[in-house]
């Protein structure tokens, strides 16, 4: 079973396979699969339940996946219209209208040039704020109550009874990088070196949400494990800072993760050789870097050798490779990866970023087969 295999792999053992893991943590691609459009899935209504993901199984069935309810309601009240090649939505209320911007993924006003669905990571705030501010803007957490712990349950229900086969996890973002997509990446940087405490501020106060709110939701929800996301880390700020100021709260969400009963995981994005000896302390169950890019080089047999035989790792294959259409270095990259870090078992095979529109699901469905053909452990 899909998630006995997981499981196992995190323990550091050898399944009958290797495990697949769908990196897919966004609308970008997966929208190919259900038959809708992309804003659709990205910006309808809520959806139901778990369609949009049990569409995803159905042609990919990844062993390990991220149960995600698509829809961020922002086309609710609107009218879609659909005209020489250009899609205009229509706020009935007001009559006010905004274009799909292909490119940016994003609704643009027509009467503005400004992203009316911009990314919250994309946004710059532009000052330093002073704690008061923050307080204002940040709240401290409410405490969960017997409503949202049941409504969790019920998340969980939907989710075995759609996935239930499958070893599910939910993300959350590492308090460094939280603080980062809060200020805006050169406002964040501004503050690091201006206004350390001020950043600290701001990233107690993430982890408080957190610890008060997202691990114990987890754990109501049934989900196997906790996804950290710490997206800036070697290439983004001295080996001293993130030392101070992104380890401790890795080490802090690890161990509430546990402490609920979850497992742990984490992904680190730029390059992260400098810092994988400090997160060999973290004692976390598994642990994904990027793929190579921007001229570091994230080699998954290095990581291997820095965290040793036992612990999990989840492949870094470089899923730009699936837009050459070539099943033969698709193989060669399978293998390099299973021949690096995955012969002795403690491995999920995965890519290292996110796949793009481009992407023929065909090449993916050729990676997972790849992925089985070449990655059994008991022949």
Known sequence: MPKERVMVALAGGMPDVVPVYGNLWGPDYIWKLTGKRFWEVANGPLEPDYGVISAVQRRHS??????RRYGDGWLVGKDVEENKGMVIATERATGRQFRFDYKGKRWVGL????????????????????????????????KLISADLEKARFEGELIRKQLGKYFTFLWANAPFTST?????????????????????????????????????????????????????????????????????????LVLALHEHGLKSMLWLLGYTVPVLLDTVKLNVGAVQVEQSRKG??????????????????????????????????????????????????????????????DTDPAMVDFFIKASRRYGRYHQ
Request: with cysteine; aromatic share 10%.
């Open 62 to 67: 990844f062993d390990m996946i991220e149960p």
């Open 296 to 357: 570091f080089v994230n080699d998954i047999g290095k990581v291997r050798q820095i965290f040793g035989p036992e612990q999990c790792l989840i492949g870094n294959f470089d899923e730009a490779i699936f837009l050459t259409g070539n099943r033969r270095l698709i193989e060669k990259a399978v293998l390099a990866q299973l021949d690096a870090a995955g012969r002795e078992g403690g491995f999920i095979m995965s890519w290292g970023g996110q796949l793009c529109d």
């Open 180 to 252: 980062i997509y809060w200020l805006g990446f050169a406002t964040a940087m501004r503050t690091l070196m201006r206004a350390p405490e001020i950043f600290k501020y701001i990233e107690d106060r993430f982890l408080s949400y957190e610890l008060t709110r997202t691990v114990p939701l987890m754990e109501a929800t049934g989900i196997d494990a906790g996804f950290l996301c710490e997206c800036y880390t070697g290439d983004t700020v001295s080996i001293d800072k993130y030392r101070k100021l992104a380890l401790p709260y890795q080490s802090k």
């Open 111 to 142: 009467d503005s040039s400004e992203g009316e669905t911009l990314p919250l990571h994309q946004r710059e705030r532009g000052y330093i704020p002073e704690k008061d501010e923050v307080d204002h803007l940040l709240a401290p957490p409410v």
